[in-house]
């Protein structure tokens, strides 16, 4: 059985917290969206909201969407006024949208609180709306704003709330769980009671849908929960973005449902689009990915206990519920303190380095990752320094592009005069063949050391010129610990194939950070394929 999928990002999604989208950003989002298998793809409110009617507007000249149904969202014609004459609903119907998303009232306290209007007439405001609007040939849909509250306050207002929109000619009536509270049972429970109450009003199998909020942290449960009950429509958003906690995260409901479940929902095809979908969607909304974001994350199949590593050289799935490939993820191998032996093997697997039949250096390496770990280290997200260590180990020898001889940095400020703090800094290095001294200048020490650094070895190693520093993170760890380290710091760097991490550890931020960044460009000229000069025939 085929459950629709209807995506609100671009509306609901929009009122989180830090998330502010231009008519560019969700022009961008529109073909990601699509591509997750979307049925529908909500593009806002026109006629309330000036960007959404600019989007809309925009569309009416160039849609890109070759599946997906551009849906417009509004609400139901004023509590006295005719849905004809209402200046809202003339602007859906200006949007040009074919399929039309109307909420409604559906709790009787909010009728006549916030409303300030009585049942009946928010009766003749659902059926005049969703009429007028068929009449003038597009599909409706009913968003019923507090369903299963109102539903425990009077079943029998809310069902006949339900039951207007359906026989006026709604495609489909959307349960709305808009303050997110519910828990599952209860979602179980009120949809079969509505199914049978429906009947009454001669409403037989009735088009139900399922809009979550997840204030509970129930919200992905709860869409199931409604799917199970009878619901044939969900909505939610990608990353589960949303107003306060946010809604139900389509990408993970959408998941269970096409892996875990006989319901037809979206092709294995944009199941793999899955994680490219996710962050291409937080990269647009100017959002850190969620590392623990089920399915989709970076960490959802990063594995760090060595228990179960063993495990997985056996077999990976006796750690993992899905094959990670299936939703365009990936399996990591995490090395750590905790790390043992297999950990080790399947991490360096992922580097094309084959440790099974060198049991030696394997403990070797194993040995050094958990006294690096003790000292302050952490390869969790440090894969290049992690490889480069496998390297030496492997080599008897430090990968060597250069040779370090000295280093320093200054900082001069004039008091009293904000903005003349300058940091200089000062390399000198063996490279090529010669000693090489260069001196840079920048925002910080890190940045001057940086700025120097380049300066001094793109001469020797014109590859650099396509590397560079791209974040810089600074952790103080506990000196209560027992270990000498004082401060450690990760860096990312970046070139035209990807980015990777380095770790560095020492007595102070300055100290760490050279470790972290020298270790950064060896790597970086590691990938890049080139050969230490000095070997060069």
Known sequence: ????????????????????????????????????????????????????????????????????????????????????????????????????????????????????????????????????????????????????????????????????????????????????????????????????????????????????????????????????????????????????????????????????????????????????????????????????????????????AGLHASAIRVDPNLYQHIDPERVGNVMRMLVSDMAGRSSVELKAREFDIDLSERKDELGEITRRVKEAEAQGYTYDAADASFELLVREVLDGQRLAFFEVEQWSTDITSKPGEPGTTVSEARVKLHAGGQRLMRMGEGVGPVHALDEALRAALTPVYDDLEAMALMDFKVRILDSSSGTQAVTRVMITMQDSDGTWTTVGVGDDVIEASWEALTDGYVYGLLRSGQTPVAEQS
């Open 1 to 304: 059985m085929k459950i629709f999928v209807y995506d609100t990002t671009l509306r609901d999604g929009a009122q989180q917290e830090g998330i502010n989208l231009s008519v560019a950003d969700k022009l961008a989002m529109l073909p990601h969206i699509e591509a997750m298998g979307a049925d529908y793809i909500e593009g806002g409110w026109p006629g309330a909201i000036p960007r959404d009617t600019e989007f809309f507007n925009a569309l009416k000249e160039n849609n890109p969407l070759e599946h997906a149904t551009l849906t417009a969202f509004g609400s139901t014609t004023k509590a006295g006024v005719p849905a004809s004459t209402d200046g809202q609903v003339a602007a859906l119907l200006d949007s040009g949208a074919h399929v039309i998303c109307l909420v409604a009232k559906s709790d009787i306290r909010h009728v006549e609180q916030a409303l300030r209007t009585d049942g009946e007439e928010n009766l003749r405001m659902v059926r005049d709306t969703v009429t007028y609007l068929r009449e003038q040939g597009r599909e409706v849909m009913v968003d019923l704003e507090h369903f299963f509250d109102g539903f425990i306050a009077d079943p029998d207002y809310t069902t006949s709330v339900v039951a207007e929109a359906l026989n006026a000619g709604a495609s489909w009536a959307v349960l709305c769980d808009t303050n997110g509270g519910s828990l599952p049972s209860t979602i179980t429970r009120i949809v079969s009671d509505l199914t049978a109450r429906l009947e009454r009003y001669g409403v037989v199998n009735p088009p139900l849908g399922i809009h979550a909020h997840d204030d509970g942290g129930c919200a992905v449960a709860n869409t199931l929960a409604g799917v199970d009950a009878g619901c044939r429509q969900i909505q939610g958003t990608i990353n589960g973005y949303g107003e306060r906690t946010g809604n139900a995260n389509l990408l993970t409901a959408v998941a269970n449902l096409a892996l875990k479940t006989d319901y037809g929902t979206v092709s294995p095809e944009q199941l793999a689009d899955f994680s490219s979908v996710s962050h291409a969607i937080a990269e647009l909304t100017n959002m850190a990915p969620q590392m623990r974001q089920p399915y989709v994350g970076n960490s959802s199949f990063a594995h760090k």
